[in-house]
């Protein structure tokens, strides 16, 4: 038996529509036509991303940033513009955006407090 890498990728939110409503508004995601109770699952390719309500005897108030360890990278045609419009909209930007080998990247943090790093090379 062999795993082929990611199929899924769904982050536990204290609140899900408010996170749903943010990566609508402020990242342009579009809600998938289907969604299993409790979660949003975006129509993002070639992995499917959601925000879902938390397990059972999961606490997210008892980590200063939940995901620490993590890393999140989300892709995006115009980092900068998205960078920009974040800034403009109050979102904490946790990196500045620089050059690295994925094109421009930064990273903000969502209403939860999740750090999520955009970039815009493929």
């Given at each position: 038996?062999?795993?082929?890498?990611?199929?899924?990728?769904?982050?536990?939110?204290?609140?899900?529509?408010?996170?749903?409503?943010?990566?609508?508004?402020?990242?342009?995601?579009?809600?998938?036509?289907?969604?299993?109770?409790?979660?949003?699952?975006?129509?993002?390719?070639?992995?499917?991303?959601?925000?879902?309500?938390?397990?059972?005897?999961?606490?997210?108030?008892?980590?200063?940033?939940?995901?620490?360890?993590?890393?999140?990278w989300l892709h995006?045609?115009?980092?900068?513009?998205?960078?920009?419009?974040?800034?403009?909209?109050?979102?904490?930007?946790?990196?500045?955006?620089?050059?690295?080998?994925?094109?421009?990247?930064?990273?903000?943090?969502?209403?939860?407090?999740?750090?999520?790093t955009v970039h815009?090379?493929?």
């Amino acid at each position: 038996m062999t795993v082929t890498g990611p199929d899924f990728i769904a982050l536990q939110v204290s609140d899900v529509e408010r996170a749903a409503t943010f990566y609508e508004e402020h990242l342009g995601l579009r809600r998938a036509s289907a969604s299993p109770p409790g979660a949003v699952v975006f129509a993002t390719t070639p992995i499917p991303f959601a925000v879902r309500t938390p397990l059972p005897e999961t606490d997210l108030g008892s980590v200063d940033r939940p995901g620490t360890g993590v890393a999140l990278w989300l892709h995006c045609d115009d980092a900068q513009a998205l960078h920009d419009s974040l800034r403009e909209s109050g979102t904490p930007i946790l990196r500045e955006p620089e050059t690295g080998p994925f094109g421009l990247f930064f990273t903000f943090a969502d209403p939860d407090g999740y750090a999520v790093t955009v970039h815009d090379q493929a």
